[in-house]
T-cell receptor, first 114, second 115 residues
Framework: EAQVTQNPRYLITVTGKKLTVTCSQN?????MSWYRQDPGLGLRQIYY???????DKGDVPEGYKVSRKEKRNFPLILESPSPNQTSLYFC?????????????FGPGTRLTVL | GQSLEQPSEVTAVEGAIVQINCTYQ??????LSWYQQHDGGAPTFLSY????GLEETGRFSSFLSRSDSYGYLLLQELQMKDSASYFC????????????????FGSGTQLTVLP
């Protein structure tokens, strides 16, 4: 089954404790991205990756890091989480070709930073 | 930068037709997408317009006018299960990186379908 998986689905942590949210897709997609969703603000892009070892900042990259060492994985790293990073996070992937622009989203990770 | 505007809420009755509008401001416009999200769920792709005109997919249609920086999603024969949030999203071409991968979402429109 074609899918995007994220782990963990729920996480409660404390300020300053480094954490990683994993994202994996099995569709051989070149393009992957991370979003955060906050009430009234919609989905905001944090980082995206065009392919292995190619990443770029989205609209709200501050406080986040990403890496793309393998095509299927795109982890999101919070080196020193703060309460303003409490949010719902989505990973997404799409094929980097053609004009049709279908992004497949993971199930989401609800993060609370105390 | 990019910005999008869409209504925050729309209410309609079962069987009706509803139109959700989206206006955008962006440089390097590449295309306009629509996504549906049910409470607690992941967004799912509905439609994409890169060229002016209407795209039809079953009960859902999407329209784009690039000259007006405007698009809309049309939902016909509304069903209760259509109650959800609907997001428009603009894909922009970044000259600096030579890629069309900057994706900016609107704040979403909460559609409530009444029996």
């Amino acid at each position: 089954e074609a899918q995007v998986t994220q782990n963990p689905r729920y996480l409660i942590t404390v300020t300053g404790k480094k954490l990683t949210v994993t994202c994996s897709q099995n569709m051989n997609h070149e393009y992957m991205s991370w979003y955060r969703q906050d009430p009234g603000l919609g989905l905001r892009q944090i980082y995206y990756s065009m392919n292995v070892e190619v990443t770029d900042k989205g609209d709200v990259p501050e406080g986040y890091k990403v890496s793309r060492k393998e095509k299927r994985n795109f982890p999101l790293i919070l080196e020193s989480p703060s309460p303003n990073q409490t949010s719902l996070y989505f990973c997404a992937s799409s094929a980097n070709r053609g004009s049709r622009d279908t992004q497949y989203f993971g199930p989401g990770t609800r993060l609370t930073v105390l | 930068g990019q910005s999008l505007e869409q209504p925050s809420e729309v209410t309609a009755v079962e069987g009706a037709i509803v139109q959700i509008n989206c206006t955008y401001q962006t440089s390097g416009f590449y295309g306009l997408s629509w996504y549906q999200q049910h409470d607690g769920g992941a967004p799912t792709f509905l439609s994409y317009n890169a060229l002016d005109g209407l795209e039809e997919t079953g009960r859902f249609s999407s329209f784009l006018s690039r000259s007006d920086s405007y698009g809309y999603l049309l939902l016909q024969e509304l069903q209760m299960k259509d109650s959800a949030s609907y997001f428009c999203a603009v894909r922009s071409f970044l000259i600096s990186s030579g890629s069309a991968r900057q994706l900016t979402f609107g704040s979403g429109t909460q559609l409530t379908v009444l029996p």
